[in-house]
Structures are given as C-alpha cells and as structure tokens.
C-alpha cells in the first residue's frame, strides 16, 4: 500500500533553517508529481511546493518562493524541503502527498514551529 512518511520538523527560531525529508513506499515514486501542503491551526491546508516527476518545473505558493526549495531523489524514493528564512507564519503541520489515479494520498504529517 501507499506509504508516505514525513520527518524533519520541529521548533526553530525565525530566520533560522529547517530541512524535511518524505519517504514513499508502495508505488512508481518516479512516475508521479509530489507536493508539500501544510496547515496551520485554524487554517485550511494550502500547497507550499510541487516537483514533477523528472524534478523540473517546481512550482511555489507565493509566500514560499525565494525561501523555500523542494527536490527530490528517485533512486531513494524520497522527497525533500529544503526550508530557508523561516517565519512566524511558517507554523503549521506540513504533508507529504501524491496523487495518483485521481486519488490524493497523504502522510500523516510532521509539525513546524517557529517562534523566538
């Protein structure tokens, strides 16, 4: 089945660096496009990052770009933010997904905090 496994959050202060790592099992990882969404309290989840399959054309929410850079390694299956200048309101829970036969998969998330 598909598995999607997020790790690399946690507290940072702002300005400061934070890289995740999303590692996918299950299906043709070099196939399909991933993202990054992230939800903050209150909020709905909102897409930060897209990768194509070969890893050309990213994408970026507005208030990411500059900042914010996703990769990805098809020989390890994984996915990569690489997250740079962080703010304030940056906080959120961020997921790893993949999409695939009309399907939207998620993994369960890992969280962000960034406060002084």
């Known amino acids: 089945q598909v598995q999607l496994v997020e790790s690399g959050g946690g507290l940072v202060q702002p300005g400061g660096s934070l890289s995740l790592s999303c590692a996918a099992s299950?299906?043709?990882?070099?196939?399909?496009?991933m993202a990054w969404y992230r939800q903050a309290p209150g909020k709905e989840r909102e897409l930060v990052a897209r990768?194509?399959?070969?890893?050309?054309?990213?994408n970026y929410a507005d208030s990411v770009k500059g900042r914010f850079t996703i990769s990805r390694d098809n020989a390890k299956n994984t996915v990569y933010l690489q997250m740079n200048s962080l703010k304030p309101e940056d906080t959120a829970v961020y997921y790893c997904?993949?999409?695939?036969?009309?399907?939207?998969?998620w993994g369960k998330g890992t969280p962000v905090t960034v406060s002084s």
């Open positions: 997904s993949a999409r695939m036969g009309g399907m939207d998969y």
């Open positions: 299950g299906f043709a990882f070099r196939l399909y496009a």
């Open positions: 990768i194509p399959s070969a890893g050309l054309n990213t």
